[in-house]
């Protein structure tokens, strides 16, 4: 698993990418791929700084198929300040490859990310484009080079970052899907533990003070 300077690195290398903002995005709010492959601008709430998680997209058989999120329900997602720019910016970079194309524009420009011609994005693009984004930063930094890690990965990043600041469980849950705590609390049972083995010192340092 990375540490957070470890992603912060990577999203630091791959900052001119035309897609680097769909891995911002991932990893600052821990969706699933297909969750923000799926998501629209109407879901989107800059101002409010929320993003509305409604479903899910996939191909099967070379055909996209769209359908709910994994738990089967939509939920909101809290974005930071950093995330709201850069999805301003993400929204300015459409519109212009809008008008670069013109008339060959295939999109409504109803996708927040989308391929240079307005077409939704292929799951596997992103997936086969993030090791090579890895290896691209390893070339160009031998000294901070990257362990392997999985488009996947930068979701876990998100959930052990928070549950290590000490986020409630069910808070963090929440973010990430999970139909109920309790798969939380089992799948990252080892970060909680960790965080556990600090709380008797937590408690009497404040104590103390």
Excluded: C
């Amino acid at each position: 698993m990375w540490t957070t300077a470890q992603l912060k690195s990577f999203l630091t290398s791959a900052r001119n990418h035309r897609l680097w903002a769909f891995f911002h995005v991932a990893a600052y709010t821990g969706a699933r791929r297909g969750e923000l492959l799926h998501l629209r601008w109407a879901d989107v709430d800059l101002d409010g700084k929320q993003l509305t998680i409604t479903g899910s997209a996939a191909f099967i058989d070379g055909e996209r198929i769209e359908g709910t999120t994994k738990s089967g329900r939509k939920r909101i997602v809290s974005i930071d300040e950093q995330t709201t720019q850069v999805l301003r910016n993400q929204r300015k970079i459409q519109a212009q490859d809008k008008l670069k194309v013109g008339p060959e524009w295939r999109g409504a420009s109803i996708y927040v990310f989308t391929t240079g011609w307005g077409e939704p994005i292929h799951p596997d693009t992103v997936s086969s484009l993030f090791p090579i984004l890895i290896k691209r930063h390893n070339a160009h930094n031998p000294k901070e080079s990257l362990p392997h890690a999985r488009l996947h990965d930068l979701r876990h990043i998100h959930a052990t970052t928070l549950l290590l600041a000490g986020v409630p469980v069910h808070v963090v849950a929440a973010r990430l899907g999970h139909a109920d705590p309790s798969i939380t609390l089992r799948v990252y049972a080892h970060v909680i533990r960790a965080a556990e083995a600090s709380a008797a010192d937590v408690f009497a340092q404040v104590i103390k003070e």
